[in-house]
């Protein structure tokens, strides 16, 4: 049974940090890209980052880059978002998701159930 399971998420205030975790399970977690994405209150869904099966190219949009930084342990079937400079807009709920390939579309074979992030003072 494949799982993945975000924590971390929480109540921070601009301009804090927070780490977010997806522990995985049920799939050879090393051969998957993943990637988080996240939902904003009444907007769609919108990628955040990316990170090959290896762990040696990370990928952003350009509304987290240089605030955001995406890891992964696969020794540990674990992958991280590190968010930095948190803001306001920053607020959603963020979603792991897993891919056996890569792709720039919002389509995975795997999701998360998501972690809420609130932005606020």
């Known amino acids: 049974q494949v799982q993945l399971v975000e924590s971390g998420g929480g109540l921070v205030q601009p301009g804090g940090s927070l780490r977010l975790s997806c522990a995985a399970s049920g799939f050879t977690f090393s051969s998957y890209w993943m990637y988080w994405v996240r939902q904003a209150p009444g907007k769609g869904l919108e990628w955040v980052s990316a990170i090959n099966t290896g762990g040696g190219s990370t990928y952003y949009a350009d509304s987290v880059k240089g605030r955001f930084t995406i890891s992964r342990e696969n020794a540990k079937n674990t992958v991280y978002l590190q968010m930095n400079s948190l803001k306001p807009e920053d607020t959603a709920v963020y979603y792991c998701?897993?891919?056996?390939?890569?792709?720039?579309?919002?389509?995975?074979?795997?999701w998360g159930q998501g972690t809420q992030v609130t932005v606020s003072s």
């Open positions: 998701a897993a891919s056996r390939l890569r792709t720039t579309t919002i389509q995975y074979d795997y």
